[in-house]
Protein backbone atom coordinates (compact mmCIF):
# COMPACT_ATOMS: atom_id res chain seq x y z
CA UNK A 1 0.00 0.00 0.00
CA UNK A 2 1.15 3.40 -0.71
CA UNK A 3 -0.85 6.65 0.30
CA UNK A 4 -3.75 6.26 1.18
CA UNK A 5 -5.23 9.57 2.04
CA UNK A 6 -8.20 8.85 4.57
CA UNK A 7 -10.83 11.32 4.43
CA UNK A 8 -12.33 9.81 7.28
CA UNK A 9 -10.21 8.23 10.33
CA UNK A 10 -13.06 6.54 12.32
CA UNK A 11 -16.48 6.31 10.64
CA UNK A 12 -19.60 5.28 13.85
CA UNK A 13 -22.55 4.65 11.34
CA UNK A 14 -25.92 3.63 12.70
CA UNK A 15 -24.94 2.23 15.76
CA UNK A 16 -27.59 1.09 18.38
CA UNK A 17 -26.71 -0.74 21.76
CA UNK A 18 -29.11 -2.10 24.04
CA UNK A 19 -28.77 -3.38 27.78
CA UNK A 20 -31.96 -5.24 28.06
CA UNK A 21 -34.74 -3.26 27.77
CA UNK A 22 -32.46 -0.40 27.97
CA UNK A 23 -31.73 1.64 24.73
CA UNK A 24 -28.35 3.05 25.49
CA UNK A 25 -27.07 4.23 21.83
CA UNK A 26 -29.94 4.52 19.03
CA UNK A 27 -28.87 4.84 15.46
CA UNK A 28 -25.65 6.47 16.40
CA UNK A 29 -23.65 8.08 13.78
CA UNK A 30 -20.14 10.34 13.70
CA UNK A 31 -17.44 10.50 11.83
CA UNK A 32 -13.56 11.68 12.97
CA UNK A 33 -11.79 13.49 10.16
CA UNK A 34 -7.44 13.65 11.11
CA UNK A 35 -6.44 16.65 13.02
CA UNK A 36 -10.22 17.46 14.65
CA UNK A 37 -10.98 17.19 18.00
CA UNK A 38 -14.49 16.12 18.40
CA UNK A 39 -16.71 16.93 21.72
CA UNK A 40 -19.12 13.97 22.65
CA UNK A 41 -21.99 15.68 25.24
CA UNK A 42 -25.03 15.08 26.99
CA UNK A 43 -26.62 14.11 29.80
CA UNK A 44 -25.48 11.78 32.55
CA UNK A 45 -26.32 8.21 31.55
CA UNK A 46 -26.80 9.20 27.70
CA UNK A 47 -24.44 6.80 26.48
CA UNK A 48 -21.02 8.68 26.23
CA UNK A 49 -19.14 5.76 27.63
CA UNK A 50 -21.00 2.96 25.64
CA UNK A 51 -20.23 4.79 22.28
CA UNK A 52 -16.45 4.56 23.64
CA UNK A 53 -16.91 0.80 24.48
CA UNK A 54 -18.50 0.05 21.18
CA UNK A 55 -15.05 1.49 19.21
CA UNK A 56 -12.51 -0.17 21.76
CA UNK A 57 -14.36 -3.26 21.06
CA UNK A 58 -15.89 -4.04 25.11
CA UNK A 59 -19.26 -4.38 23.37
CA UNK A 60 -20.32 -5.39 19.85
CA UNK A 61 -23.20 -3.16 18.56
CA UNK A 62 -26.30 -4.88 17.92
CA UNK A 63 -27.03 -2.84 14.99
CA UNK A 64 -24.41 -0.74 12.74
CA UNK A 65 -20.88 -0.47 11.72
CA UNK A 66 -17.40 0.94 12.92
CA UNK A 67 -15.19 1.78 10.30
CA UNK A 68 -11.52 2.49 10.56
CA UNK A 69 -9.74 4.38 7.81
CA UNK A 70 -12.13 2.78 5.84
CA UNK A 71 -12.09 -1.02 6.71
CA UNK A 72 -14.78 -2.20 8.80
CA UNK A 73 -13.71 -2.68 12.58
CA UNK A 74 -16.31 -6.22 13.32
CA UNK A 75 -14.74 -8.58 15.66
CA UNK A 76 -11.70 -6.34 17.39
CA UNK A 77 -10.58 -7.05 21.12
CA UNK A 78 -9.97 -3.78 22.84
CA UNK A 79 -5.72 -5.45 23.22
CA UNK A 80 -5.97 -4.52 19.30
CA UNK A 81 -7.18 -1.02 19.28
CA UNK A 82 -3.68 0.09 20.31
CA UNK A 83 -1.86 -1.80 16.94
CA UNK A 84 -4.26 0.06 15.27
CA UNK A 85 -3.25 3.51 16.30
CA UNK A 86 -6.16 4.44 19.17
CA UNK A 87 -5.46 5.11 22.64
CA UNK A 88 -8.19 5.62 25.43
CA UNK A 89 -8.26 7.08 29.14
CA UNK A 90 -10.76 5.81 31.08
CA UNK A 91 -13.65 7.37 33.01
CA UNK A 92 -12.04 6.52 36.51
CA UNK A 93 -8.33 6.82 36.39
CA UNK A 94 -7.71 3.52 35.21
CA UNK A 95 -4.08 3.54 36.55
CA UNK A 96 -1.73 0.91 37.64
CA UNK A 97 -1.81 1.03 41.83
CA UNK A 98 1.22 -1.14 42.16
CA UNK A 99 3.38 0.16 39.09
CA UNK A 100 5.58 3.37 39.34
CA UNK A 101 4.27 6.34 37.20
CA UNK A 102 7.30 5.46 34.80
CA UNK A 103 6.48 1.82 34.48
CA UNK A 104 2.59 2.89 34.15
CA UNK A 105 3.58 4.70 30.56
CA UNK A 106 6.26 2.56 29.60
CA UNK A 107 3.07 -0.32 29.66
CA UNK A 108 1.57 1.95 27.46
CA UNK A 109 4.05 2.01 24.93
CA UNK A 110 4.18 -1.63 24.43
CA UNK A 111 2.74 -1.53 21.17
CA UNK A 112 6.22 0.16 19.78
CA UNK A 113 8.26 -2.95 21.33
CA UNK A 114 10.00 -5.03 18.96
CA UNK A 115 10.88 -8.18 20.75
CA UNK A 116 8.52 -10.44 22.22
CA UNK A 117 7.89 -12.78 25.24
CA UNK A 118 10.59 -15.43 24.56
CA UNK A 119 13.20 -12.63 24.04
CA UNK A 120 11.74 -10.91 26.78
CA UNK A 121 11.74 -14.49 29.13
CA UNK A 122 15.43 -15.05 28.52
CA UNK A 123 16.43 -11.49 29.26
CA UNK A 124 18.15 -11.06 25.66
CA UNK A 125 20.33 -7.91 24.23
CA UNK A 126 17.65 -7.02 22.11
CA UNK A 127 15.19 -6.92 24.24
CA UNK A 128 17.25 -5.08 26.95
CA UNK A 129 17.72 -2.66 24.17
CA UNK A 130 13.94 -2.43 23.39
CA UNK A 131 13.37 -1.90 27.22
CA UNK A 132 15.84 1.16 27.22
CA UNK A 133 13.70 2.24 24.20
CA UNK A 134 10.55 1.96 25.86
CA UNK A 135 12.31 4.14 29.05
CA UNK A 136 13.26 6.67 26.81
CA UNK A 137 10.31 7.44 25.18
CA UNK A 138 8.56 7.59 28.27
CA UNK A 139 10.77 9.91 30.05
CA UNK A 140 10.02 12.14 27.29
CA UNK A 141 6.19 11.91 27.29
CA UNK A 142 6.29 12.93 31.07
CA UNK A 143 8.73 15.81 30.57
CA UNK A 144 6.44 16.99 28.18
CA UNK A 145 3.78 16.72 30.34
CA UNK A 146 5.72 18.65 33.00
CA UNK A 147 5.73 15.29 35.59
CA UNK A 148 9.13 14.23 35.33
CA UNK A 149 10.00 14.11 38.76
CA UNK A 150 6.96 11.66 39.77
CA UNK A 151 8.29 8.55 37.43
CA UNK A 152 9.46 6.82 40.28
CA UNK A 153 6.84 7.35 42.59
CA UNK A 154 3.44 5.26 42.49
CA UNK A 155 0.31 6.81 41.34
CA UNK A 156 -2.05 6.71 44.66
CA UNK A 157 1.01 9.22 46.44
CA UNK A 158 0.12 11.78 43.99
CA UNK A 159 -2.64 14.24 43.43
CA UNK A 160 -5.45 14.11 41.12
CA UNK A 161 -4.69 16.20 38.73
CA UNK A 162 -1.29 14.84 38.58
CA UNK A 163 -2.53 11.12 38.05
CA UNK A 164 -4.88 12.44 35.41
CA UNK A 165 -1.98 13.31 33.77
CA UNK A 166 -0.27 9.96 33.90
CA UNK A 167 -2.75 8.33 32.79
CA UNK A 168 -2.92 10.69 29.70
CA UNK A 169 0.51 10.15 29.11
CA UNK A 170 0.12 6.84 28.83
CA UNK A 171 -2.37 7.04 26.03
CA UNK A 172 0.13 9.46 24.68
CA UNK A 173 3.05 7.55 24.81
CA UNK A 174 1.93 4.87 21.57
CA UNK A 175 1.46 7.83 19.35
CA UNK A 176 -1.75 7.32 18.40
CA UNK A 177 -3.91 8.64 15.55
CA UNK A 178 -7.10 8.94 17.07
CA UNK A 179 -7.72 9.56 21.34
CA UNK A 180 -10.55 8.83 23.31
CA UNK A 181 -10.35 11.10 26.36
CA UNK A 182 -13.67 10.07 28.73
CA UNK A 183 -13.61 13.42 30.79
CA UNK A 184 -10.24 14.27 31.11
CA UNK A 185 -11.11 17.35 33.25
CA UNK A 186 -13.04 15.88 35.66
CA UNK A 187 -12.15 17.03 39.30
CA UNK A 188 -8.71 19.42 37.62
CA UNK A 189 -8.76 22.90 38.87
CA UNK A 190 -9.27 25.88 36.78
CA UNK A 191 -5.57 26.24 35.68
CA UNK A 192 -5.08 22.84 35.37
CA UNK A 193 -8.29 22.50 33.06
CA UNK A 194 -6.77 25.59 30.97
CA UNK A 195 -3.64 23.90 30.26
CA UNK A 196 -5.99 20.66 29.54
CA UNK A 197 -7.31 22.98 26.96
CA UNK A 198 -4.15 24.00 25.57
CA UNK A 199 -2.56 21.01 25.44
CA UNK A 200 -5.26 19.20 23.24
CA UNK A 201 -5.28 21.93 20.41
CA UNK A 202 -1.53 21.08 20.27
CA UNK A 203 -2.31 17.35 20.38
CA UNK A 204 -4.52 17.89 17.15
CA UNK A 205 -1.64 18.40 14.70
CA UNK A 206 -0.98 15.26 15.07
CA UNK A 207 -3.75 13.33 16.45
CA UNK A 208 -7.82 13.65 16.01
CA UNK A 209 -9.38 13.42 19.73
CA UNK A 210 -12.58 12.47 20.76
CA UNK A 211 -13.41 14.54 23.74
CA UNK A 212 -16.42 13.67 26.42
CA UNK A 213 -16.82 15.91 28.80
CA UNK A 214 -19.54 17.89 31.16
CA UNK A 215 -17.18 21.31 31.58
CA UNK A 216 -18.44 23.28 28.66
CA UNK A 217 -16.17 25.95 28.65
CA UNK A 218 -14.00 23.37 27.80
CA UNK A 219 -15.65 21.60 25.43
CA UNK A 220 -16.40 24.89 23.23
CA UNK A 221 -12.65 26.04 23.36
CA UNK A 222 -10.96 23.16 22.01
CA UNK A 223 -13.47 21.29 19.91
CA UNK A 224 -14.41 21.89 16.25
CA UNK A 225 -17.51 19.80 16.28
CA UNK A 226 -19.75 18.92 19.21
CA UNK A 227 -22.26 15.88 19.31
CA UNK A 228 -24.65 15.78 21.33
CA UNK A 229 -26.33 12.46 22.85
CA UNK A 230 -29.70 12.19 25.07
CA UNK A 231 -30.95 8.87 26.20
CA UNK A 232 -28.62 7.21 23.30
CA UNK A 233 -29.58 9.23 20.35
CA UNK A 234 -27.91 12.01 18.48
CA UNK A 235 -29.87 15.09 19.34
CA UNK A 236 -27.32 17.57 17.79
CA UNK A 237 -23.82 17.47 15.49
CA UNK A 238 -22.43 21.12 14.27
CA UNK A 239 -19.63 23.67 15.18
CA UNK A 240 -19.77 24.83 19.63
CA UNK A 241 -20.98 28.50 18.52
CA UNK A 242 -24.35 26.44 17.16
CA UNK A 243 -24.57 23.63 19.53
CA UNK A 244 -24.61 26.22 22.00
CA UNK A 245 -27.40 27.83 20.65
CA UNK A 246 -29.50 25.14 19.92
CA UNK A 247 -32.80 24.82 21.53
CA UNK A 248 -32.70 21.01 21.33
CA UNK A 249 -29.81 20.96 23.48
CA UNK A 250 -30.93 23.27 26.33
CA UNK A 251 -34.00 21.11 26.25
CA UNK A 252 -32.13 18.05 27.08
CA UNK A 253 -30.21 19.61 30.22
CA UNK A 254 -33.48 20.08 31.30
CA UNK A 255 -33.50 23.84 30.52
CA UNK A 256 -30.56 24.41 32.50
CA UNK A 257 -27.72 26.12 30.34
CA UNK A 258 -25.39 23.27 29.81
CA UNK A 259 -21.94 25.31 32.00
CA UNK A 260 -24.26 24.43 35.10
CA UNK A 261 -24.24 20.44 34.94
CA UNK A 262 -22.50 18.57 37.75
CA UNK A 263 -19.16 17.54 36.79
CA UNK A 264 -19.35 13.47 36.93
CA UNK B 1 23.89 1.83 36.99
CA UNK B 2 24.67 2.48 33.65
CA UNK B 3 25.54 -1.59 33.04
CA UNK B 4 25.34 -2.56 29.45
CA UNK B 5 25.11 -6.51 29.88
CA UNK B 6 21.79 -7.90 29.18
CA UNK B 7 19.69 -9.14 31.52
CA UNK B 8 20.56 -12.98 30.99
CA UNK B 9 24.10 -12.36 31.15
CA UNK B 10 23.99 -10.51 34.29
CA UNK B 11 21.26 -12.98 36.05
CA UNK B 12 23.25 -15.63 34.84
CA UNK B 13 26.77 -14.31 36.57
CA UNK B 14 24.75 -13.57 39.93
CA UNK B 15 22.96 -17.22 39.48
CA UNK B 16 26.85 -18.16 39.25
CA UNK B 17 28.17 -16.46 42.51
CA UNK B 18 25.39 -18.26 44.56
CA UNK B 19 25.82 -21.50 43.38
CA UNK B 20 29.75 -20.92 44.78
CA UNK B 21 28.87 -19.36 47.96
CA UNK B 22 26.63 -22.72 48.21
CA UNK B 23 28.70 -25.37 47.22
CA UNK B 24 30.78 -23.58 49.77
CA UNK B 25 28.19 -23.38 52.32
CA UNK B 26 27.92 -27.83 51.98
CA UNK B 27 31.33 -28.10 51.91
CA UNK B 28 31.10 -26.83 55.86
CA UNK B 29 27.86 -27.94 56.73
CA UNK B 30 26.73 -32.01 57.70
CA UNK B 31 24.79 -34.04 55.40
CA UNK B 32 21.61 -33.41 57.57
CA UNK B 33 21.92 -29.63 56.96
CA UNK B 34 23.26 -30.46 53.08
CA UNK B 35 19.47 -31.68 53.07
CA UNK B 36 17.57 -28.83 54.43
CA UNK B 37 19.64 -26.34 52.23
CA UNK B 38 18.65 -28.63 49.01
CA UNK B 39 15.07 -28.85 50.56
CA UNK B 40 15.10 -24.86 50.80
CA UNK B 41 16.15 -24.91 47.14
CA UNK B 42 12.77 -26.86 45.95
CA UNK B 43 10.32 -24.98 47.64
CA UNK B 44 12.13 -22.15 46.95
CA UNK B 45 11.43 -22.45 43.72
CA UNK B 46 8.45 -23.37 44.14
CA UNK B 47 7.36 -20.55 45.94
CA UNK B 48 9.10 -18.32 43.55
CA UNK B 49 6.73 -19.57 40.90
CA UNK B 50 4.19 -18.92 43.25
CA UNK B 51 4.68 -15.19 43.73
CA UNK B 52 4.65 -14.58 39.93
CA UNK B 53 1.04 -15.74 39.22
CA UNK B 54 0.25 -14.58 42.98
CA UNK B 55 2.16 -11.94 43.69
CA UNK B 56 2.86 -10.71 40.13
CA UNK B 57 -0.39 -11.28 38.13
CA UNK B 58 -2.70 -11.26 41.25
CA UNK B 59 -4.04 -14.77 40.08
CA UNK B 60 -4.57 -16.64 43.88
CA UNK B 61 -3.85 -20.10 43.96
CA UNK B 62 -4.67 -22.92 46.50
CA UNK B 63 -3.87 -25.58 44.27
CA UNK B 64 0.08 -25.77 43.69
CA UNK B 65 1.31 -28.46 45.46
CA UNK B 66 -0.80 -29.76 42.71
CA UNK B 67 2.10 -29.20 39.81
CA UNK B 68 4.71 -30.17 42.43
CA UNK B 69 2.63 -33.57 42.46
CA UNK B 70 2.67 -33.84 39.06
CA UNK B 71 6.00 -32.76 38.55
CA UNK B 72 7.35 -35.56 41.49
CA UNK B 73 5.71 -38.31 39.66
CA UNK B 74 7.31 -37.48 36.57
CA UNK B 75 10.99 -37.85 37.91
CA UNK B 76 9.68 -40.77 39.52
CA UNK B 77 8.00 -42.68 36.75
CA UNK B 78 10.84 -41.72 34.63
CA UNK B 79 13.76 -43.05 36.87
CA UNK B 80 11.97 -46.41 37.30
CA UNK B 81 10.44 -46.83 33.49
CA UNK B 82 13.34 -45.54 31.62
CA UNK B 83 16.65 -45.30 33.24
CA UNK B 84 18.32 -44.82 30.50
CA UNK B 85 17.32 -41.20 30.51
CA UNK B 86 19.90 -39.04 32.65
CA UNK B 87 18.41 -37.13 35.46
CA UNK B 88 18.84 -33.80 33.76
CA UNK B 89 16.11 -34.92 30.87
CA UNK B 90 14.00 -36.24 33.78
CA UNK B 91 14.26 -32.95 35.47
CA UNK B 92 13.07 -30.91 32.42
CA UNK B 93 10.38 -33.64 31.31
CA UNK B 94 9.27 -32.57 35.32
CA UNK B 95 8.97 -29.27 33.96
CA UNK B 96 7.47 -29.90 30.93
CA UNK B 97 4.88 -31.84 32.29
CA UNK B 98 4.38 -29.03 34.94
CA UNK B 99 3.77 -26.28 32.50
CA UNK B 100 1.81 -28.25 30.51
CA UNK B 101 -1.10 -28.89 33.06
CA UNK B 102 -0.48 -25.36 34.09
CA UNK B 103 -1.44 -24.31 30.78
CA UNK B 104 -4.55 -26.32 30.87
CA UNK B 105 -5.12 -25.29 34.12
CA UNK B 106 -4.73 -21.58 33.27
CA UNK B 107 -6.71 -21.52 30.15
CA UNK B 108 -9.49 -22.63 32.84
CA UNK B 109 -8.41 -19.88 35.10
CA UNK B 110 -8.50 -17.29 32.67
CA UNK B 111 -12.38 -17.09 33.04
CA UNK B 112 -12.21 -17.16 37.13
CA UNK B 113 -11.78 -14.28 39.17
CA UNK B 114 -11.21 -14.40 42.81
CA UNK B 115 -12.79 -17.12 44.87
CA UNK B 116 -13.79 -18.88 42.01
CA UNK B 117 -10.34 -19.20 40.86
CA UNK B 118 -8.99 -20.00 44.82
CA UNK B 119 -11.70 -23.14 44.60
CA UNK B 120 -10.56 -24.85 41.60
CA UNK B 121 -7.20 -24.68 42.31
CA UNK B 122 -8.08 -25.88 45.77
CA UNK B 123 -10.25 -29.10 44.10
CA UNK B 124 -7.10 -29.38 41.86
CA UNK B 125 -4.38 -30.08 44.51
CA UNK B 126 -7.43 -32.29 46.79
CA UNK B 127 -8.29 -34.29 43.74
CA UNK B 128 -5.56 -34.91 41.73
CA UNK B 129 -3.26 -37.19 44.51
CA UNK B 130 -6.45 -39.48 44.58
CA UNK B 131 -5.83 -40.42 40.88
CA UNK B 132 -2.88 -42.65 42.80
CA UNK B 133 -5.47 -44.82 43.94
CA UNK B 134 -7.07 -45.01 40.92
CA UNK B 135 -4.42 -46.82 39.24
CA UNK B 136 -2.47 -48.29 41.72
CA UNK B 137 -0.58 -50.68 39.16
CA UNK B 138 1.14 -47.22 37.84
CA UNK B 139 1.72 -45.05 40.73
CA UNK B 140 2.11 -47.80 43.39
CA UNK B 141 -1.19 -46.15 45.68
CA UNK B 142 -0.84 -44.60 48.88
CA UNK B 143 2.69 -46.35 49.51
CA UNK B 144 4.15 -44.24 46.42
CA UNK B 145 6.50 -45.16 43.94
CA UNK B 146 10.12 -45.27 45.84
CA UNK B 147 13.50 -45.57 43.72
CA UNK B 148 17.27 -44.66 43.80
CA UNK B 149 18.67 -42.04 41.15
CA UNK B 150 22.26 -42.90 40.46
CA UNK B 151 23.10 -39.08 38.99
CA UNK B 152 26.29 -39.26 40.49
CA UNK B 153 29.80 -39.36 37.82
CA UNK B 154 31.63 -42.47 38.48
CA UNK B 155 34.71 -40.35 39.57
CA UNK B 156 32.83 -38.37 42.27
CA UNK B 157 31.57 -41.73 44.03
CA UNK B 158 33.14 -42.40 47.22
CA UNK B 159 34.30 -38.61 47.02
CA UNK B 160 31.17 -36.49 47.84
CA UNK B 161 28.74 -37.72 49.78
CA UNK B 162 25.33 -38.01 47.68
CA UNK B 163 23.61 -35.67 50.04
CA UNK B 164 26.10 -33.06 48.86
CA UNK B 165 25.98 -33.84 45.33
CA UNK B 166 22.27 -33.87 45.08
CA UNK B 167 22.00 -30.66 47.00
CA UNK B 168 24.48 -29.41 44.47
CA UNK B 169 22.00 -30.41 41.40
CA UNK B 170 19.45 -29.30 43.13
CA UNK B 171 20.64 -25.84 43.22
CA UNK B 172 22.31 -25.96 40.24
CA UNK B 173 18.53 -26.75 38.40
CA UNK B 174 16.55 -24.08 41.22
CA UNK B 175 19.50 -20.93 40.20
CA UNK B 176 19.01 -21.93 36.85
CA UNK B 177 15.08 -21.49 36.50
CA UNK B 178 15.19 -18.52 38.73
CA UNK B 179 17.48 -16.68 36.09
CA UNK B 180 14.81 -16.90 33.63
CA UNK B 181 12.05 -16.08 36.56
CA UNK B 182 14.86 -12.84 36.98
CA UNK B 183 14.62 -11.91 33.31
CA UNK B 184 11.02 -12.07 33.25
CA UNK B 185 10.24 -10.18 36.20
CA UNK B 186 12.54 -7.19 35.29
CA UNK B 187 11.67 -7.52 31.70
CA UNK B 188 8.09 -6.12 29.89
CA UNK B 189 6.70 -9.27 30.78
CA UNK B 190 6.85 -8.56 34.58
CA UNK B 191 5.13 -4.88 33.98
CA UNK B 192 2.70 -6.62 32.01
CA UNK B 193 1.93 -9.28 34.81
CA UNK B 194 1.39 -6.59 37.12
CA UNK B 195 -0.52 -4.23 34.78
CA UNK B 196 -3.15 -7.00 34.25
CA UNK B 197 -3.38 -7.88 38.26
CA UNK B 198 -3.82 -3.77 38.76
CA UNK B 199 -6.53 -3.10 35.98
CA UNK B 200 -7.50 -5.94 33.37
CA UNK B 201 -9.22 -3.02 31.44
CA UNK B 202 -6.39 -0.42 31.35
CA UNK B 203 -3.81 -3.17 30.48
CA UNK B 204 -6.27 -4.66 27.57
CA UNK B 205 -6.65 -0.72 26.32
CA UNK B 206 -2.75 -0.27 26.51
CA UNK B 207 -2.70 -3.39 24.18
CA UNK B 208 -1.44 -6.06 26.50
CA UNK B 209 -4.10 -9.56 25.65
CA UNK B 210 -5.06 -9.94 29.61
CA UNK B 211 -6.41 -13.83 28.77
CA UNK B 212 -2.84 -14.57 27.04
CA UNK B 213 -1.18 -13.17 29.87
CA UNK B 214 -2.52 -14.70 32.75
CA UNK B 215 -2.12 -18.16 30.44
CA UNK B 216 1.51 -17.37 30.32
CA UNK B 217 1.41 -16.71 33.88
CA UNK B 218 0.24 -20.01 34.60
CA UNK B 219 2.55 -21.67 32.58
CA UNK B 220 5.08 -20.31 34.08
CA UNK B 221 4.67 -20.86 37.63
CA UNK B 222 2.96 -24.18 37.33
CA UNK B 223 6.40 -25.15 35.16
CA UNK B 224 8.86 -24.32 38.29
CA UNK B 225 5.98 -26.34 40.95
CA UNK B 226 6.90 -29.13 38.01
CA UNK B 227 10.55 -28.70 38.54
CA UNK B 228 10.44 -28.25 42.46
CA UNK B 229 8.16 -31.76 42.86
CA UNK B 230 10.78 -33.14 40.12
CA UNK B 231 13.63 -31.96 42.88
CA UNK B 232 11.80 -33.31 45.98
CA UNK B 233 11.23 -37.06 44.45
CA UNK B 234 15.00 -36.77 43.37
CA UNK B 235 16.31 -35.59 46.59
CA UNK B 236 14.00 -37.80 48.72
CA UNK B 237 14.17 -40.79 46.32
CA UNK B 238 10.41 -41.27 46.27
CA UNK B 239 6.80 -39.93 45.09
CA UNK B 240 3.85 -40.35 47.25
CA UNK B 241 0.46 -38.60 47.42
CA UNK B 242 1.02 -38.03 51.11
CA UNK B 243 3.56 -35.30 50.63
CA UNK B 244 1.43 -33.49 48.09
CA UNK B 245 -1.78 -32.53 50.24
CA UNK B 246 -3.98 -29.43 50.46
CA UNK B 247 -1.91 -28.42 53.47
CA UNK B 248 1.49 -28.18 51.15
CA UNK B 249 -0.38 -26.02 48.57
CA UNK B 250 -1.58 -23.71 51.86
CA UNK B 251 1.28 -23.56 53.13
CA UNK B 252 3.37 -22.68 49.91
CA UNK B 253 0.90 -19.74 49.69
CA UNK B 254 1.55 -18.54 53.19
CA UNK B 255 5.21 -18.84 52.88
CA UNK B 256 4.50 -16.81 50.20
CA UNK B 257 2.65 -13.67 51.93
CA UNK B 258 5.29 -14.20 55.27
CA UNK B 259 7.94 -14.16 52.23
CA UNK B 260 6.51 -10.70 50.47
CA UNK B 261 4.32 -11.17 47.61
CA UNK B 262 5.82 -8.14 45.68
CA UNK B 263 9.02 -9.94 44.46
CA UNK B 264 11.42 -13.28 43.92
CA UNK B 265 12.96 -12.16 47.27
CA UNK B 266 10.05 -12.63 49.52
CA UNK B 267 10.21 -16.67 48.06
CA UNK B 268 13.80 -17.10 49.32
CA UNK B 269 12.44 -15.71 52.37
CA UNK B 270 9.40 -17.49 52.47
CA UNK B 271 11.25 -20.86 51.63
CA UNK B 272 13.86 -20.35 54.65
CA UNK B 273 10.86 -19.81 57.14
CA UNK B 274 8.69 -23.20 55.99
CA UNK B 275 11.62 -25.06 55.95
CA UNK B 276 13.53 -23.81 59.43
CA UNK B 277 10.53 -23.10 60.59
CA UNK B 278 9.49 -26.75 60.74
CA UNK B 279 12.83 -27.65 62.42
CA UNK B 280 12.92 -25.03 65.08
CA UNK B 281 9.27 -25.74 66.04
CA UNK B 282 10.16 -29.42 66.30
CA UNK B 283 13.03 -28.62 68.63
CA UNK B 284 11.09 -26.41 70.89
CA UNK B 285 8.85 -29.49 71.13
CA UNK B 286 11.04 -31.73 71.68
CA UNK B 287 12.67 -29.23 74.55
CA UNK B 288 9.33 -28.76 76.04
CA UNK B 289 8.99 -32.61 76.08
CA UNK B 290 5.34 -32.19 75.28
CA UNK B 291 2.88 -35.04 74.09
CA UNK B 292 3.62 -35.83 70.40
CA UNK B 293 -0.35 -35.12 69.20
CA UNK B 294 0.62 -31.38 70.85
CA UNK B 295 4.20 -31.72 69.75
CA UNK B 296 3.02 -32.76 65.68
CA UNK B 297 0.91 -29.94 65.32
CA UNK B 298 2.69 -27.26 67.59
CA UNK B 299 4.79 -26.26 63.98
CA UNK B 300 1.28 -25.39 62.31
CA UNK B 301 0.04 -23.56 65.14
CA UNK B 302 3.01 -21.40 65.34
CA UNK B 303 3.68 -21.07 61.67
CA UNK B 304 -0.01 -19.56 61.60
CA UNK B 305 1.16 -17.50 64.27
CA UNK B 306 4.21 -15.84 62.79
CA UNK B 307 2.12 -15.14 59.32
CA UNK B 308 -0.21 -13.19 61.56
CA UNK B 309 2.02 -11.53 63.56
CA UNK B 310 4.49 -11.13 60.62
CA UNK B 311 1.81 -9.40 58.20
CA UNK B 312 0.19 -7.47 60.87
CA UNK B 313 3.92 -6.06 60.63
CA UNK B 314 5.07 -6.06 57.68
CA UNK B 315 2.26 -6.35 55.73
CA UNK B 316 4.06 -6.27 52.89
CA UNK B 317 5.97 -9.39 54.57
CA UNK B 318 9.54 -9.86 55.38
CA UNK B 319 10.93 -8.43 52.50
CA UNK B 320 8.86 -5.46 52.65
CA UNK B 321 10.29 -5.30 56.24
CA UNK B 322 13.68 -5.81 54.62
CA UNK B 323 13.41 -2.93 52.31
CA UNK B 324 12.14 -0.80 54.97
CA UNK B 325 15.36 -1.32 57.26
CA UNK B 326 17.52 -0.83 53.88
CA UNK B 327 15.23 2.52 52.86
CA UNK B 328 16.57 3.43 56.39
CA UNK B 329 19.86 2.52 56.25
CA UNK B 330 20.09 4.26 52.95
CA UNK B 331 18.47 6.93 53.61
CA UNK B 332 17.17 8.15 50.22
CA UNK B 333 14.57 10.88 50.39
CA UNK B 334 11.27 8.82 48.68
CA UNK B 335 9.94 6.05 50.31
CA UNK B 336 7.21 5.13 48.18
CA UNK B 337 9.18 3.22 45.30
CA UNK B 338 7.41 0.60 43.48
CA UNK B 339 8.57 -3.09 43.22
CA UNK B 340 10.40 -4.51 40.71
N1 LIG C 1 -22.69 -2.80 30.97
C1 LIG C 1 -23.89 -2.22 31.12
N2 LIG C 1 -24.97 -2.96 31.42
C2 LIG C 1 -26.18 -2.38 31.57
N3 LIG C 1 -26.40 -1.07 31.43
C3 LIG C 1 -25.37 -0.28 31.13
C4 LIG C 1 -24.06 -0.80 30.97
N4 LIG C 1 -23.21 0.22 30.68
C5 LIG C 1 -23.96 1.33 30.67
N5 LIG C 1 -25.26 1.05 30.93
C6 LIG C 1 -26.36 2.02 30.93
O1 LIG C 1 -26.37 2.65 29.69
C7 LIG C 1 -26.65 4.03 29.84
C8 LIG C 1 -25.54 4.85 29.26
O2 LIG C 1 -24.41 4.76 30.12
P1 LIG C 1 -23.05 5.48 29.83
O3 LIG C 1 -22.09 5.02 30.87
O4 LIG C 1 -22.66 5.28 28.42
O5 LIG C 1 -23.41 7.00 30.10
P2 LIG C 1 -22.49 8.28 30.03
O6 LIG C 1 -23.06 9.15 28.99
O7 LIG C 1 -21.08 7.91 29.92
O8 LIG C 1 -22.78 8.92 31.45
P3 LIG C 1 -21.80 9.70 32.46
O9 LIG C 1 -21.81 11.12 32.02
O10 LIG C 1 -22.49 9.55 33.78
O11 LIG C 1 -20.49 9.05 32.41
C9 LIG C 1 -26.87 4.27 31.33
O12 LIG C 1 -28.25 4.24 31.57
C10 LIG C 1 -26.18 3.12 31.98
O13 LIG C 1 -26.79 2.80 33.20
MG1 LIG D 1 -19.39 8.08 31.06
Redesign the pocket.
Known sequence: MTITSHEKLLEVDGVTVR??G?V?LHDVGLSIRPGTVVGVI??????????F?VVCGF?RPDEGELRWKGRPLRKHRPDQLAGLGIARTL?GLGLFGGLTVLENVMTGAGRLARTGALASLLGTGRAARDERELRARSEDVLAELDIAHVADLLPGALPYGVRKRVALARALVAEPELLLL??PASGLSTAEMDELATRITSLSEKTAVVL?E?HMDLVMRVCDEVVV?DF?EVIATGPPDVVRVDPAVADAYLGTAPEEQPS? | MTTKLPPLVLHLLAALGCLVLLVLLTLVTDPFTNLRIATVGYYLIAVAGLALLTGFNGQVSLGHGAFMFIGAYTVALLVKRVPAFPIWADLLLAVLAGGLAGLLAGAAAARLHGPYLAGATLALAVGLPAVTQRFPDLFAGSNGLSFTVNSQPAGLVGVVPPTRWQSWIVWLSVLLALVVLANLARGRLGRTLRAVRDDEVAASLAGVHVGRTKILAFLVSSACGGLAGGLQAFLLGTAAPGSFTPALSLSLLAALVLGGLGSLWGALWGAIALVYFQVWTDDFAELLSLRSDIADNLPLALYGVVLIVTVLAFPAGIQGGVRKLWVRVRRPAPSQRGES
Open positions: FGLAGPNGAGKTTLNLQDEVHLGA
